[in-house]
């Protein structure tokens, strides 16, 4: 297996990495406020130059934001439309309830594979959550073996630990893994401000419940999906403290 080409690899590049900070909030109003205002020549060209005239930075970083934000499903690659919360999540009050929203729109909508020009509807970071939600706990060696997993070859939306181990045999051997290390860097950063995960000593889990078998049982029964549903818990905890 040496030599392979995982041409489709994973993969994201932090323009941002800090999403509660100013600039991040400022390019997606932007861009917000782009889509809401109906141009429709050129789209990305004004856009870009508008977003540069804003933060100041050369048109190359000007792209690699926007496709950040497309990335992670905060706007439609056609720049026409923006998810439901990105305005809740602009004026949120606070950080918390900011991450609380960033989890929703990232576990729903992101797509690494996605950009402007190339759009993709595929939902690795579901797939890895969802995969995480099986197997409990992941390390960093065992995230970038996932990342040259083809997850169309997986209808379920996850794999077993099983097959991360085959994955990580293949990356391992054909070098991915060395090759690969300090990128996964990006995705964990991300991963990292997700809620209810957590990343430490190299390993990812849920914050609540490292070993979530015991949960992922309760939740098949009912049909729910575990991590949306806690989610969704955070949110309503959130509105009540601003209500009450």
């Excluded at 950063?189 to 957590?198: I, P």
């Amino acid at each position: 297996m040496a030599n392979q080409n995982y041409e489709h690899y994973w993969t994201i590049t932090n323009a941002f990495t800090d999403y509660n900070g100013f600039k991040f909030n400022q390019a997606l109003e932007i861009c917000v406020n782009f889509i809401d205002g109906g141009y429709v020549k050129d789209r990305y060209d004004k856009l870009q130059h508008i977003l540069q005239e804003a933060q100041g930075t050369n048109l190359i970083s000007i792209r690699k934001k926007i496709n950040q934000l497309v990335k992670l499903g905060f706007i439609d690659s056609s720049l026409t439309f923006y998810h439901q919360d990105c305005i809740n999540y602009i004026h949120a009050n606070n950080d918390r309830v900011r991450n609380t929203l960033l989890s929703k729109i990232v576990y729903s909508k992101s797509s690494l594979s996605n950009s402007v020009t190339e759009p993709s509807s595929l939902h690795q970071i579901n797939f890895l959550i969802k995969t995480l939600e099986q197997v409990g706990i992941l390390n960093k060696s065992e995230i970038i073996a996932l990342m040259i997993v083809n997850i169309t070859d997986y209808p379920d939306g996850f794999i077993t630990r099983k097959k991360i181990d085959y994955y990580k045999s293949l990356a391992d051997e054909d070098g991915f893994i060395v090759r690969k290390y300090n990128q996964v860097n990006h995705f964990i950063n991300l991963l990292g401000k997700l809620d209810n995960l957590k990343y430490l000593n190299e390993s990812l889990f849920f914050a609540n419940d490292p070993r979530v078998e015991t949960e992922i049982e309760k939740t098949k029964s009912i049909g729910r999906d575990p991590y949306l549903h806690r989610l969704y818990k955070n949110q309503l905890q959130e509105e009540c403290k601003e209500i009450y």
